[in-house]
Structure formats: C-alpha cells, structure tokens
C-alpha cells in the first residue's frame, strides 16, 4: 500500500467511459534517491505525484471529502510529477 503524505487535491471527472477521480498528492518512498551501493541498499524519497482511479458503474461516487481520500488510498500506478528532493 502507498503512503499518501498529503493530498494536495482531486477531482471528480466524468469521461466517455464512466467517472474517475484524478488525485495530486505527495506520495512517500516513491522516487529513488541514491542508487544501491556494494554495502548499501538504495534509498527513496518522497515526491509530487498524480494518479487516477476508476469508479465503477455500481460503485457510489464519492461526495464527501474524507471518500475521496479513502478512494486514493486504492489508486496504483502514481507518476512522479516534479523533483521535490
């Protein structure tokens, strides 16, 4: 599971295939920082990320804040957006 720092914002978005919500959030670990060594393994960083998730044609859309956040915490692929480090 990917651990969301700070979720910067979302949006409820309608597309020709049904709702999906984009997320911008601060994802932890997801960058890598330093490259593995001899002695040492590599190490990650935080960073700027976006990411999206389908709704289902069943599912309910999410209304309030605390359902949209819930909903991120199940979004899979998040794709660094800037450097932060």
Request: charged letters at 25%; proline letters at 8%; a negative charge.
């Amino acid at each position: 599971m990917t651990e969301i720092l700070d979720l910067q914002s979302f949006e409820l978005v309608e597309g020709p295939t049904g709702f999906f919500v984009r997320y911008v959030a601060t994802i932890a670990d997801i960058i890598q920082t330093s490259p593995a060594t001899r002695y040492d393994p590599p190490e990650f960083g935080s960073s700027v990320c976006r990411g999206s998730i389908s709704i289902g044609d069943d599912d309910p859309l999410p209304k309030t804040e605390q359902q949209f956040v819930d909903l991120a915490r199940d979004v899979y692929d998040w794709q660094p957006i800037e450097d932060t480090y």
